[in-house]
């Protein structure tokens, strides 16, 4: 993610088709979009990127390990996202958190990748399912979204070559 890529993630981001996948939905002005991507950009524990289609280099979507944590070998995934609706369902979702864990776990020498998602986001949930998590846990009734509390899932996926 650079820079540049400022007004293509705030178009992704607070497309209100996307309300329903994440827990903040705060459309936000394109000054205060340009310092949350200085600070993002930036910051040490964490790694976002730009998924793009090749050959020729159109960006479809995101993805971040946020929360590096590299004494206890551990990231989570999130801002997981295929912006242009034109390329949902095609399996680049799949591809995009196969590639970040394969990223964590053989480069980063991470040895655990966790992620939460809506119980009701089942295209997400499957994602990560078919990726290799396992489900862990569920909250219960833990974030408030449109007009109600909903339940979350708990993932994660161990580096474990057996
Ligand atoms: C979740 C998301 C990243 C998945 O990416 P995608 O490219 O659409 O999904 P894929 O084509 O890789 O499909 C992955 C799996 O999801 C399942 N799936 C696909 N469409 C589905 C649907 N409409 N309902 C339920 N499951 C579905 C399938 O099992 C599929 O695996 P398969 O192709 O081997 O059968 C994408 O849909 C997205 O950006 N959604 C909105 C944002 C979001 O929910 N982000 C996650 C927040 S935790």
């Known amino acids: 993610m650079e820079l540049e890529d400022t007004a293509l993630i705030k178009k992704w981001r607070f497309d209100w088709s996307n309300y329903d996948f994440f827990y903040e939905f705060t459309p936000v002005s394109t000054h205060a979009q340009h310092i949350w991507m200085e600070k993002t950009v930036t910051a040490r524990n964490e790694m976002n990127f730009i998924a793009e289609v090749l050959p020729a280099h159109t960006p479809f979507g995101m993805i971040a390990l946020l929360d590096i944590d590299l004494r206890n070998q551990k990231a989570e995934l999130g801002r997981v996202l295929v912006g242009d609706m034109s390329q949902r369902g095609k399996g680049r979702g799949k591809m995009m ?7 964590a776990f ?4 991470l040895h655990k990748v966790y992620c939460e998602v809506f ?43 057996r």
């Open 97 to 103: 958190v196969q590639l970040l864990c394969n990223y």
């Open 119 to 161: 119980a009701d986001n089942a295209r997400a949930l499957e994602t990560y399912l078919k990726c290799g998590f396992e489900q862990t846990g569920i909250r219960k009734k833990h974030i408030y979204k449109n007009g109600s509390f909903k339940d979350i899932v708990l993932l994660e996926k161990l580096n474990d070559p």
């Open 106 to 109: 053989n480069h980063l020498n």
